[in-house]
């Protein structure tokens, strides 16, 4: 159903379970749809806007989410889905199977070990997925050395499935002043640019062209920024509070 964004489980204490794969597993089993980060309709316009209806589509970290039926239904219709749950891959395999939606693949596979050659999506898109490698990273302006790595091993990966031209969306909470030093690491050589969408509080829609960086986007990723935004957990929707980052008391 569109639009429904309430869990069949009960907001777990604290983010860091989700880094754990039994977390998932025993989720999933219990719920049958869950929308991070708002659901198709308050981005469908931006989805449009950047995939074409002929293009190859990798979206990372599935889940029970619907958005790969709402893009199919937008008429983009090779698409593979991934995910870490073997639990999520086989609802999805089944939920997808009985609307008849059979040209969706669904495939267990880590983000961060990506079993794809080199050059072959036209476009990567994540929602809230990257997001999870970020809850245990201390301080947003100078994440853990462990934090890093595994980000910078997520975009290696998607980096290298991309055709020439592609491109990858990263739909996050992550703003961009935490977000830009890492899609700006000189081993890529995408172009950054992010609308947002949202009420009272704005997601952001980053979408990363492969090949169009410029030099004038060289230096955008040494200046700490101060952020424009606050944060309160009264703006969000269901669990997305949980990602939220209290600025005043980082330094």
């Given at each position: 159903m569109e639009g429904f964004r309430k869990p069949t489980t009960e907001p777990p204490s604290t983010a860091l379970v989700y880094q754990d794969p039994h977390y998932w597993n025993e989720r999933f089993s219990k719920e049958e749809h869950y929308e991070w980060f708002k659901d198709y309709s308050h981005f469908r316009h931006l989805i449009q806007a950047h995939i074409p209806p002929s293009s190859s589509v990798l979206e990372l970290g599935c889940g029970n989410s619907q958005l790969c039926e709402e893009i199919y239904r937008d008429g983009i219709t090779e698409i593979t889905c991934i995910d870490l749950s073997a639990v999520a891959v086989e609802n999805m395999q089944k939920r997808l199977e009985a609307k008849g939606y059979k040209e969706i693949k669904v495939l267990e596979a880590d983000m961060l070990d990506l079993p794809f050659n080199d050059e072959c999506f036209d476009v990567v898109i994540e929602k809230g997925t990257m997001d999870v490698l970020f809850v245990n990273s201390g301080d947003p302006w100078n994440p853990r050395p462990e934090t890093v790595a595994q980000v910078k091993a997520m975009l290696e990966g998607v980096h290298r499935v991309l055709k020439p031209d592609g491109i990858f969306i990263s739909i996050s909470f992550g703003q961009p002043h935490f977000r830009r030093p890492l899609f700006y690491a000189p081993d890529?050589?995408?172009?950054?640019?992010?609308?947002?969408?949202?009420?009272?509080?704005?997601?952001?829609?980053?979408?990363?062209?492969?090949?169009?960086?410029?030099?004038?986007?060289?230096?955008?990723?040494?200046?700490?920024?101060?952020?424009?935004?606050?944060?309160?957990?009264?703006?969000?929707?269901?669990?997305?509070?949980i990602f939220r980052t209290n600025i005043d008391e980082d330094s």
């Open positions: 890529f050589t995408w172009s950054v640019e992010w609308s947002t969408f949202g009420d009272g509080f704005h997601y952001f829609f980053y979408v990363l062209r492969k090949g169009k960086r410029s030099s004038s986007d060289e230096g955008s990723s040494g200046e700490k920024e101060i952020p424009s935004l606050c944060l309160f957990q009264e703006e969000l929707e269901g669990e997305d509070f």
